[in-house]
């Protein structure tokens, strides 16, 4: 099974600052890598697939990049509605695996 | 539209049987995968299983082989989640999710999520 290790647990920072979210896989997953975002009490929204591509309707200020164990979501200026759970999920090997999560919280 | 739409919350006693559901509509349910994620209280998320109701091919994460059975109903386009017995620690929200894209060849993202079913097991 491949472990998803998402770093830091936590990060406090202030609206219009920039986000750094890290993703690390136990073993290479290619591209295989999704982001979501997920607030209290809705379904997850997925962000971002094959690593780096944004999907149907994200803001431009989330980006994703990274391949093979290391991964990275940015958000380059963090508004106000982008505070919530992130996960990272790979999809290269049975079975699918999310990592722990990120919570972004205001400072 | 384009949506899964999810049975509504449950309460139940330890030793209890139970079976959710997650009803697709607004595309060809038979094409794409659906799987079923969970989030204990105050935890992340953690994929269960999944199953593309083309051909019932069903694959399960080790951690949930076993202690659930997930299934499908082509004739209502819908999903199930179900346990024979439930435990104190079954106690969370399930979420059914469908990926981006059709076909039993690779799982995709996924875009497409219910609202999420709450289960409470309590004596």
């Known amino acids: 099974e491949i472990v998803l290790t998402q770093s830091p647990a936590t990060l406090s920072l202030s609206p219009g600052e920039r986000a750094t979210l890290s993703c690390r896989a136990s073993?290479?997953?290619?591209?295989?890598l999704a982001w979501y975002q997920h607030k209290p009490g809705q379904a997850p929204r997925l962000l971002i697939f094959f690593a780096s591509n944004r999907a149907t309707g994200i803001p431009a200020r989330f980006s994703g990049s990274g391949s093979g164990t290391d991964f990275t979501l940015t958000i380059s200026s963090l508004e106000p509605e982008d505070f919530a759970f992130y996960y990272c999920q790979q999809r290269s090997n049975w079975p699918l695996t999310f990592g722990g999560g990120t919570k972004v919280e205001i400072k | 539209e384009v949506q899964l739409v999810q049975s509504g919350p449950e309460v139940k006693k330890p030793g209890e049987s139970l079976k959710i559901s997650c009803e697709g509509s607004g595309y060809s349910f038979n094409n794409y995968w659906i799987a079923w994620v969970r989030q204990m209280p105050g935890k992340g998320l953690e994929w269960m299983g999944i199953?593309?109701?083309?051909?019932?091919?069903?694959r399960y994460s080790p951690s949930f082989q076993g202690q659930v059975t997930i299934s499908a109903d082509k004739s209502i386009t819908t999903a199930y989640l179900q346990w024979g017995s439930l435990k104190a620690s079954d106690t969370a929200i399930y979420y059914c999710?469908?990926?981006?894209?059709?076909?039993?060849?690779?799982?995709?993202?996924?875009?497409?999520w219910g609202q999420g079913t709450m289960v409470t097991v309590s004596s």
């Open positions: 199953i593309y109701p083309g051909d019932s091919d069903t």
């Open positions: 999710a469908r990926p981006r894209v059709s076909g039993n060849s690779y799982v995709a993202a996924f875009d497409i």
């Open positions: 073993q290479s997953v290619s591209n295989y």
